[in-house]
């Protein structure tokens, strides 16, 4: 069955995330293996606290960083958890939802290619499964990072934008903040989103895991 993920007013490529262009997430419709994944794929530790919006340090480190043009994402690299997987370029099914990466393919990410180019000014958005038929797929590990942590995306320009972590969370599907998590801060930002949460093989996963990171550097 083909997976339902994040639903999202069509906007133009260039155009940012607004507070007021609201993205409402679904969650990625995910299947665990016939043989359950012990205790399945590691969650945050702000699962165990109540939901905040994690708030982008004013430490001085992106001063005077300029954000890229636009270019479309290639590649994604998230060394602490041994992710180096393509990217694929993802728009809205016919029903208005965000289409993720085929689940067959375990090692591939889905960038929203209507929304913001990582590196771009704005808030860019990556997602992918958490696990597929097989097992463990390219965001399992997902939640087990920390802040401090980089990210990379490759752009078809030659361009890679290096992001650091501030911020994990999990949401519940019926309750996710989509203008918090999609809202444009007004400096390039990535969100990194896979499914979470608990899981029953009734409903599937009942949240979603969310990295939030600002732009760092570029070379």
């Not at 906007?11 to 419709?29: D, E, H, T």
């Not at 809202?183 to 896979?194: K, S, Y």
Request: with cysteine; glycine share 12%.
């Amino acid at each position: 069955m083909p997976p339902k993920d994040f639903r999202v007013f069509q906007r133009r490529r260039r155009r940012p995330w607004g507070v007021l262009a609201l993205a409402m997430l679904s969650g990625i419709a995910m299947m665990r293996n016939g043989v359950d994944l012990a205790d399945g794929p590691p969650q945050p530790a702000a699962a165990a606290r109540p939901v905040a919006r994690p708030v982008a340090p004013q430490d001085g480190a992106t001063e005077g960083l300029e954000p890229l043009p636009f270019a479309p994402a290639s590649r994604i690299k998230i060394p602490a958890i041994q992710v180096a997987a393509p990217i694929m370029d993802v728009g809205l099914d016919p029903d208005g939802w965000v289409a993720a990466p085929p689940p067959q393919d375990a090692n591939l990410a889905g960038w929203y290619q209507n929304g913001i180019s990582p590196g771009q000014r704005g808030t860019a958005v990556v997602v992918g499964h958490v696990d597929n038929a097989q097992g463990p797929a390219v965001f399992y590990g997902l939640g087990s990072l920390e802040k401090g942590q980089h990210i990379e995306v490759e752009r078809y320009d030659g361009r890679i934008a290096v992001f650091e972590i501030y911020g994990l969370e999990v949401y519940a599907k019926d309750d996710f903040p989509g203008v918090q998590v999609y809202a444009d801060t007004g400096e390039p930002e990535l969100r990194v989103i896979t499914c979470g949460g608990g899981y029953t093989r009734a409903r599937g996963y009942d949240g979603n895991v969310v990295v939030y990171a600002r732009m760092v550097g570029s070379r």
